[in-house]
């Protein structure tokens, strides 16, 4: 298994450098770190009183990592999870927040654990994740990164700016889907036939 650090710095390598896209309500972001992020955690790097986009183009790739780790991975607990979890739940949490635990503990339901979906690990959540794995090991972690992949698709259908993020100009997946099919087993990878026919009511 990967450590926990050459996780974070695959997400960083994933998440690329600045950009400032308007359709992103995450607003300014490098590395994957949003203006929102820096702001919350008081990285005022250039000292000059505020957190703004300048502070988020000073931010580097080593910053990223260390920001990653302990607010997206010490932070909510990922640690108790089963490892072979780690990297997915790890990478979701850097791209979703709390609706990364949020996805594991509605299929923790779906699967028949009394868990409540409230985005917070905890004792009764690790119970329920570690059972399940241990009943089916693969099948768990593909099954955590297809309600990823529902996620993206669901957030896509509600809000036709985010659609860019899931289809490309030419139609074919886009960033969140492969992200999310990176940590799926290739049979369950979407054909573009599949795909196609998915996002056909987005025009």
Do not use: C
């Not at 183009?57 to 780790?69: G, K």
């Not at 609706?99 to 905890?122: C, S």
């Not at 570690?130 to 972690?141: D, E, F, G």
Request: proline share 3%; glycine share 10%; no cysteine.
């Amino acid at each position: 298994m990967q450590s926990v650090r050459d996780i974070a710095k695959s997400i960083v390598a994933r998440e690329g450098g600045f950009v400032n896209d308007p359709d992103d309500p995450g607003g300014a972001t490098n590395f994957g770190v949003t203006i929102h992020t820096m702001r919350r955690l008081g990285l005022d790097l250039d000292r000059d009183g505020d957190v703004d986009v300048r502070d988020v183009r000073q931010l580097s790739r080593s910053d990223a990592v260390e920001i990653f780790i302990q607010h997206y991975f010490e932070g909510p607990m990922i640690s108790g999870l089963p490892e072979a979890l780690h990297a997915s739940v790890f990478d979701m949490y850097v791209n979703a927040g709390a609706n990364a635990v949020k996805i594991l503990q509605q299929l923790l339901r779906e699967m028949g654990f009394d868990v409540a979906v409230d985005g917070a690990l905890g004792p009764q959540s690790f119970a329920a994740a570690h059972a399940a794995y241990a009943k089916a090991p693969q099948q768990m972690v593909d099954a955590y990164g297809i309600a990823r992949r529902n996620y993206y698709f669901r957030l896509a259908d509600r809000r036709a700016a985010s659609r860019k993020y899931a289809r490309t100009r030419a139609g074919g997946k886009g960033g969140w889907i492969t992200r999310a099919e990176e940590f799926i087993a290739p049979k369950y990878h979407l054909s573009q036939t599949e795909f196609s026919k998915r996002v056909a009511s987005w025009g």
